[in-house]
């Protein structure tokens, strides 16, 4: 009888205001359901006030939306979470960094995906970030949650080896 190989969990964990970088995160997403991995979407809430929102009628629209579509990460999601999956625009970064600071603990030691130009702030939180070898969102995706389920095999097995002992 073949073993099944290991469920692993991706929390999908994204910052946008214009939608651009909410498909890149999905597209990431889809890799990893494409390699069979469980996920949750979670979107940042916004450091911006409502005066500065409600200026920018895009970014206003597209929040409402996303509002109905998303909720913030939870604690619980990071602990579930055998793979992290990060997205934010470049010239966007202080809600990622920000959650990045705050969850450090319950994310420290999880592979990550990184989707923007904060990978070095990944790794201060802990993370360890597979390397971005890849253009396309979907494969990246693909690539981490191929990666976390190697990993988890590989502590399973070892669990299993010392129980065996």
């Given at each position: 009888m073949e073993s099944q190989p290991p469920s692993v969990n991706?929390?999908?964990?994204?910052?946008?205001?214009?939608?651009?970088v909410e498909r890149r995160a999905l597209a990431a997403g889809v890799g990893a359901i494409q390699a069979r991995a469980n996920i949750r979407l979670r979107r940042l809430p916004d450091l911006a006030g409502p005066a500065s929102i409600d200026a920018d009628p895009a970014w206003r629209d597209n929040?409402?939306?996303?509002k109905k579509d998303y909720?913030?990460?939870?604690?619980?999601?990071?602990?579930?979470a055998d793979v992290v999956i990060l997205a934010a625009?470049?010239?966007?970064?202080?809600e990622m960094e920000g959650y990045l600071t705050l969850a450090q603990a319950l994310l420290n030691g999880k592979l990550a995906a990184v989707l923007g130009p904060f990978a070095d702030a990944a790794r201060r939180a802990g993370l360890i970030v597979v390397p971005d070898e890849e253009t396309d969102p979907t494969a990246y995706g693909r690539r981490a949650a191929e990666a976390a389920r190697a990993r988890v095999a590989k502590l399973r097995g070892g669990i299993g080896r010392k129980l065996a002992q």
């Open positions: 991706a929390l999908v964990v994204f910052y946008c205001r214009y939608g651009e929040l409402e939306r996303m909720i913030a990460p939870r604690d619980i999601d990071a602990e579930w625009p470049g010239d966007r970064l202080a």
